[in-house]
């Protein structure tokens, strides 16, 4: 098992461009979950998928962020009209329902720079 | 809504000493774990906690949690550099049919031959 991965590691896009990320979960992970971690603070939780249904989405989220788990498997983050506030490092993790300590594994990262 | 504090947010130690960092959260729960992250890179799974009184060791890290205080602890026993980085706790919430982790802002740990 490779573990968790994102791609890409690393985006520097202009202030007003869209981005788009990718999550691959461990895989029969059915849960995953996105969060961003600014500078200097723990990660905070953006949104959550139980297979392919969004189940929650925090309020961190405005309109210009979206996220899709096609078929249950990998997942993207699209942020539309990106601004300076979005840059931070956003952290994917997944876990799997029959775990019952609930762990989440976390990938990489793609660590996001506006300019 | 669900608040995670941890204390303290910065520490400095000598190697061959011990502290402990403190995690104190606002709401019932009955799973805490210990995620670890050194600079620029992703976390770090370090402890499970899954029940009150739960108490785990690995290597100089020691982590107990009491589900009634609310409180959760990591023990570092005789520091060394290696064990410098930042350390989070995060706090496990279900509501609605939705699940998430809530994170503390973590205590920075730097370790000094």
């Known amino acids: 098992d490779t573990g968790v991965s994102q791609d890409p590691r690393h985006k520097i896009t202009k202030r007003g461009q869209n981005v788009t990320f990718r999550c691959d979960p461990i895989?029969?992970?059915?849960?995953l979950y996105w969060y961003r971690q600014t500078l200097g603070q723990g990660p905070e939780f953006l949104t959550y998928?139980?297979?392919?249904?969004?189940?929650?989405k925090s309020r961190l989220l405005s309109d210009r962020f979206s996220a899709e788990r096609p078929k249950g498997s990998f997942s993207t983050l699209e942020i539309q009209r990106t601004e300076q506030g979005d840059s931070a490092m956003y952290l994917c993790?997944?876990?799997?329902?029959?775990?019952?300590?609930?762990?989440?594994?976390f990938g990489p990262g793609t660590r996001l720079t506006v300019t | 809504e669900l608040k995670v504090e941890q204390n303290p947010l910065f520490l400095s130690m000598q190697e061959g000493k011990n502290y402990t960092i403190y995690c104190n959260y606002s709401?019932?729960?009955?799973?805490l774990y210990w995620y670890r992250q050194d600079p620029g890179k992703s976390l770090e799974s370090l402890f499970v906690?899954?029940?009150?009184?739960a108490v785990k060791q690995e290597g100089r890290l020691m982590a107990s949690l009491d589900t009634k205080a609310r409180l959760s602890t990591l023990h570092i026993t005789a520091a060394v550099h290696d064990l410098s980085a930042t350390y989070f706790c995060?706090?496990?919430?279900?509501?609605?049919?939705?699940?998430?982790?809530?994170f503390g802002k973590g205590t920075k740990l730097t370790v000094n031959p």
């Open positions: 998928f139980q297979n392919e249904a969004q189940l929650e």
């Open positions: 995060a706090v496990f919430l279900t509501q609605g049919g939705s699940e998430k982790l809530v």
């Open positions: 895989s029969e992970h059915n849960r």
């Open positions: 906690l899954l029940s009150n009184g």
């Open positions: 993790a997944s876990s799997f329902d029959r775990d019952t300590s609930y762990e989440q594994y």
């Open positions: 709401t019932t729960s009955d799973r």
